[in-house]
DNA sequence: TGCAGGTGTGGTAACGTTTCCGGTAGGATG
DNA sequence: CATCCTACCGGAAACGTTACCACACCTGCA
């Protein structure tokens, strides 16, 4: 910068006013430095303009693991939006780490991101709530709550809704014994999943027989050896909920292990609409919801509060909706 | 900072050397400055570090799509690797598009990067190599060749192989009308893929029908119309190879809509070894490579130029495999 | 006792911007 | 013609670190 307000014979603060176009400056000086960047190929400083003006224009995101095409859409759609606002992403993977989470943080703290969009790992966890306090910029939160922490926005799927509705369908369907294979209780999904499941057998009048609920992992290996579990109960449930997209991978392995054929044999209903749902055959019935809108929310949440300090946190929530298939049908 | 030497009562310099755990410190000071730290909850700004050491400890990261799973495995993986080794990662999406490429490269040099991961939109675009070339920091492509850039170290799958392999197969099966859908030969696994179908053809003395090759997209959309043409062909092709996992789902859903079954009516061969390959009815024979290692890899090829200046650039080639599944039948 | 060679420590100049303040020139106004 | 205002520009002090230099003290050795 020096060197092109030299080339340009004027003072740095001119090139200065010309890049962040300050109303102060003749079309003359505008031309001149305007030509010496041109010729030096200059491009600012980002990081000393960050240090000086107290803003990297950069947001941190955490994420259990973005392989996972769950939270690749979500970043998909986050970054979109971000992006367009001028703001750049850092990413981080908490590895499904709590421990994690709380380092992430901290580090993004240290790197003065303006916001953070996280998901955490475990919404329990003091330590990492501590942390999250301390941060004094905008956070959001991705379909997580946590209940002394007013101070974030979040967007939040609609989970139970979905689930009640999957679980009554499958009565409907006339089956009474229904398995549920689903991520733990320490984060959002897991409980609202649960109380949806939950509510569709209080408003059925049919108990819920703990043995077939198995809740704790959302990894393919985890789905699998649960699936596996409840087909050798003595009594199998005639019908099986497995909520999440790896979930239903590891379930599908092991239904065909056993040789278990969907829909005839077993109705299934999982969550999200990834592709191996809609074409498997038979298609299997999903609970659904828009994920890379959800990204697109959570930056939109965190702008609004980035563009205007004022602004109040905000949770929105998004409607899941079921998409029946040939995978759910009549018990026999 | 300066909080800190104050309660402490030493020096803003001797806060420095203990931050960065520098040899000259005694036990005594290093424990009131610790002491002064924990009290104030202090946490050192990276980017005024950054600012003064010229290093920000930090590498970009573009890719086109991070919701396509094949993206998000590869940056899981870079991701991990970069986060142990201290640096964080700054993603952003080109969209596919190559002119968006080339301003994310201008950004990330901005924001001075201390490396560069990118597979580029189009290795063809001369704006974007320029762009490339004034970056004066490693850069590592992935999956990507540009001939003039001497500078950059590349991890490659070794697509063309994998392809031949597979084309031989269906050869081996019976087939002869084999069609090809697969992304624009402005890109590497385009044009290595091809080459792969091409040296099968040779080896086999059968010549290339190119009303049976469909190259330029990577969408399910373009998957899905491309599959659409060559099934309505007058003399369609009795095998298929749909070169990319986006791809697949397209296919999937024209044979789905014209009724014809995998494995019986038509073999089918795609790239990637996604959940949806594994346990479609009939499983899906694919080439695979692992993705995740070239993610590794990549930052891997990063960091030792990064923690080694002298280091040359390299190329890394990952192998792919043949994974024959019920999808690849014999001809009728 | 004097001096060389460690060991720690403090002071300070950078790193590359932005922003505030003061100043100049020129035109308009009385 | 003096005055005021506007429009523009230059200088310099920050932002929060790190790295270099200088110096003070101590230990051991001649």
Known sequence: MKEVARRAGVALSSV????????DVSDAMRAKVIAAIKELGYQPNLVASSLRRGSTKTVGFVVADISNPLFADI???????????????????SEGDPARDEKMVRLLRRRRVDGLIISLADETRKE????????????????????????????????????????????????????????????RPGRERLAGFKAAHSSRR?????DLVKLG??????????????????DPP?????????????????????????????????????????????????VDRNTVEMGEIAAGLLLERLEDPEAKPRVATVPTRLIVRASTAAAR
């Open 16 to 23: 200065s006013r010309v890049l962040n176009d300050h109303p």
């Open 206 to 210: 049919v108990g819920v027989d703990w």
């Open 75 to 93: 970043t998909w759609g986050a970054e979109r939006r971000l992006n367009r606002a001028g703001y750049s992403m850092v990413l981080t993977n």
């Open 128 to 187: 990492t709530i501590a942390e999250l306090k301390h941060l004094e910029v905008p956070i959001v939160l991705i379909d997580r709550e946590v209940g002394d922490l007013a101070s974030a926005s979040a967007v939040l799927a609609d989970h139970a809704e979905g689930m009640r509705r999957a679980t009554e369908l499958l009565f409907d369907l006339g089956h009474r014994r229904i398995g549920l294979i689903g991520p733990s209780e320490s984060t």
């Open 238 to 286: 005639s019908a099986l909920i497995s909520a999440g997209n790896l979930l239903l991978v590891g379930t599908l392995r092991a239904l065909h292990r056993a040789r278990v054929s969907v829909g005839s044999e077993i109705s299934l209903v999982s969550c999200d609409d990834v592709p191996l749902a809609e074409l498997y055959n038979p298609p299997i019935t999903v």
């Open 217 to 234: 992992g959302l990894s393919p290996a985890f789905g699998e050896a649960m699936a596996h579990e409840l087909l050798n109960l003595k």
